[in-house]
């Protein structure tokens, strides 16, 4: 036989756990202070365990109590979600919960997007981002777009974009560069470039450490360039700062062509060399098994397979 406590009592627990009180929780639940303590009391008998201490003035969560509520509080969610999707929805599936990397969602979706929602005018996609691996357990996300090795436990991967960098710099410092020398062309050669790379901040993304070393490999100038003068330069954790950094003469950072192309092309910065360093890891779109029949994820899914020319990527399992 299924035990299942009341939504109302969970949802007193909730909020009494968050606030440590009653009274506030049943502010916030439009409650008297009294009914929110009789869901909680009845809640501790239909579970057998005491729930909060009851002080004069405070009120605290017991061990029991924390451990209850850290199990629930994200289902309370992932039903409040379903919910209002389904009536969003009108029940076909028509919303698609995305997470996305800042990055990526700047630089190369949202300027996309447009395309995917004229073509599925019927699916509404929500965006939301963070830093670290999305956990789909608190059923928040449908899917996500992550910097990634790709699939894991539970979850499929379909590969968006790799990433791919070359070494820019703001043109002003660059043209100050070439005056000093007397580089009269927008080529350097390799000794050029090592005696540049030597006399300026070296941008590091704190999410691709191995960037740096990477590139001066393929390049021929890792002995050129010190490793001292790798660490010293400056960590920026997100790709946005990395780009400024290089727009405003902090230093030169490794950028892809989607992020660099328009301030390329608008003057403000210089591709130092053609040559391109791609990573390990790439930009992946991934889902729960549970969400793989999402009519939304899957409009957005063929999407993707569409934008992606010479071929399309495997499903990794």
């Not at 950072?253 to 791609?278: F, I, N, Q």
């Amino acid at each position: 036989m299924t035990i299942l406590p009341s939504i109302t009592a969970l949802r007193c627990l909730d909020s009494s756990a968050r606030l440590l009180s009653f009274t506030r929780a049943a502010g916030e639940m439009h409650l008297t202070q009294g009914a929110v303590s009789h869901h909680i009391l009845q809640l501790e008998k239909q579970l057998g365990v005491q729930l909060f201490l009851r002080k004069r003035t405070t009120l605290e969560l017991t061990l029991s109590g924390r451990t209850y509520w850290n199990e629930i509080a994200p289902l309370l969610h992932q039903l409040a979600c379903a919910t209002e999707n389904m009536i969003a929805s009108g029940g076909k599936g028509r919303i698609l919960n995305l997470s996305v990397s800042s990055g990526f969602a700047n630089y190369w979706l949202m300027p996309r997007l447009h395309e995917f929602l004229s073509s599925h005018p019927d699916v509404t996609v929500n965006l939301s981002t963070q830093i670290g691996p999305v956990d789909f357990s608190n059923g928040k996300d449908d899917a996500s777009i992550e910097f990634c090795a790709g699939a894991s436990a539970d979850v499929d991967a379909l590969l968006v974009h790799p990433l791919v960098l070359k070494p820019y710099v703001s043109t002003t410092v660059f043209k100050e560069f070439a005056k000093a020398h007397r580089i009269h062309s927008k080529k350097l050669t390799k000794a050029q470039l090592a005696a540049f790379l030597q006399s300026h901040s070296l941008i590091c993304r704190t999410t691709v450490m191995e960037a740096w070393d990477g590139w001066l490999n393929i390049a021929g100038l890792l002995e050129e360039v010190p490793g001292a003068q790798l660490l010293a330069g400056p960590r920026y954790a997100l790709l946005s700062m990395a780009l400024h950094g290089a727009v405003n003469g902090v230093g030169v950072s490794l950028l892809p062509d989607y992020v660099a192309s328009k301030p390329a092309s608008e003057g403000l910065l210089t591709c130092l060399s053609p040559v391109a360093w791609t990573a390990s890891r790439a930009y992946y779109l991934r889902w729960p098994h549970w969400r793989a029949d999402l009519h939304a994820l899957n409009c957005f899914r063929s999407w993707l397979l569409s934008m992606r020319t010479g071929g399309a990527p495997a499903v990794l399992a």
